[in-house]
Nanobody, 121 residues
Framework: QVQLVESGGGLVQPGGSLRLSCAAS????????MGWYRQAPGKQRELVAA???????NYADSVKGRFTISRDNAKNTVSLQMNILKPEDTAVYYC???????????????WGQGTQVTVSS
């Protein structure tokens, strides 16, 4: 049983900052990558940022220079520091993990329950 639990969402003013965190727990052998996706009403779910266990990162163009993803492999956590937030960043943010639960096993994809981020005056 693997669970991803997000925290840190909320309401913030434009130009403000929030930090999202996600902790993976359960029977985990190794994590290939963790990341954050978001989905706004009427929009497709999109990748915001991702990071591999080795530290390689990928960002959506819309957040480059404003968001920073980081991880603590020992704690199986990933964080997203979001700065200079814009109303367009308003969405439900979902933690995602690709991991294996046993040696030689397949990668499985897991999702958190989502946390609301609202950027508004």
């Amino acid at each position: 049983q693997v669970q991803l639990v997000e925290s840190g969402g909320g309401l913030v003013q434009p130009g403000g900052s929030l930090r999202l965190s996600c902790a993976a727990s359960g029977s985990i052998f190794s994590i290939t990558a963790m990341g954050w996706y978001r989905q706004a009403p009427g929009k497709q779910r999109e990748l915001v940022a991702a990071i591999t266990s080795g530290g390689r990162t990928n960002y959506a163009d819309s957040v480059k220079g404003r968001f920073t993803i980081s991880r603590d492999n020992a704690k199986n956590t990933v964080s997203l520091q979001m700065n200079i937030l814009k109303p367009e960043d308003t969405a439900v943010y979902y933690c995602n993990a690709v991991l294996t639960v046993s040696p030689g096993g397949y990668d499985y994809e897991y999702w958190g329950q989502g946390t609301q981020v609202t950027v508004s005056s």
